[in-house]
T-cell receptor
């Protein structure tokens, strides 16, 4: 079974804090993705990576950065959290040109 | 611009009452049509991938079909445990393959 794990299920941070969300997959997948999901807006792609140390901007990269130092781990960084970054964050991984497998999500609240 | 539209937004059925969910898409180069199920507060769970018009896939009470412009998720004799949001996505190539998601259909099955 494919397993994608995320470091926290729930997280509460203050405005201006630096926030790290971590994602680990155990299936040796090349591709990894970060999405956010908001009511009425659906799933939106923030960043993705198709190889170690490689990253590509998704549809809404502003205010975020990512790091992929090892194949199994993909981190999302909020340099200075803002209230409009309160959301459900979902990580996914996939082999090349195939379906994505999602983690359980991290519900982040920025106050 | 790649676009996915799902209808209806929400659907309420009685247990045993069969129906279909629609996913229409416009995409420059389709690299697969993906269906996911998402329960509240959880990450999406992969159901099916369809690659070519005329293709069909089945899993328990669910059957997915694909034409050149849309996909249907047919649910036969549903049970309350089929209640969830069903997401449709198309695969597009941008470096790696990424998914463009629709807004989802929220399905409720009443006992």
């Amino acid at each position: 079974d494919v397993k994608v794990t995320q470091s926290s299920r729930y997280l509460v941070k203050r405005t201006g804090e630096k926030v790290f969300l971590e994602c680990v997959q155990d299936m040796d997948h090349e591709n990894m993705f970060w999405y956010r999901q908001d009511p009425g807006l659906g799933l939106r792609l923030i960043y993705f990576s198709y190889d170690v140390k490689m990253k590509e901007k998704g549809d809404i990269p502003e205010g975020y950065s990512v790091s992929r130092e090892k194949k199994e781990r993909f981190s999302l960084i909020l340099e200075s959290a803002s209230t409009n970054q309160t959301s459900m964050y979902l990580c996914a991984s996939s082999p090349p040109k195939a379906e994505q497998y999602f983690g359980p999500g991290t519900r982040l609240t920025v106050t | 611009e790649d676009q996915v539209t799902q209808s209806p937004e929400a659907l309420r059925l009685q247990e045993g009452e069969s129906s279909s969910l629609n996913c229409s898409y416009t995409v420059s180069g389709l690299r697969g049509l993906f269906w996911y199920r998402q329960d509240p507060g959880k990450g999406p769970e992969f159901l099916f991938t369809l690659y070519s018009a005329g293709e069909e896939k089945e899993k328990e009470r669910l059957k997915a079909t694909l034409t050149k412009k849309e996909s249907f998720l047919h649910i036969t004799a549903p049970k309350p445990e089929d209640s969830a949001t069903y997401l449709c996505a198309v695969g597009v190539i941008q470096g790696a393959q990424k998914l463009v998601f629709g807004q989802g259909t929220r399905l409720t099955i009443n006992p």
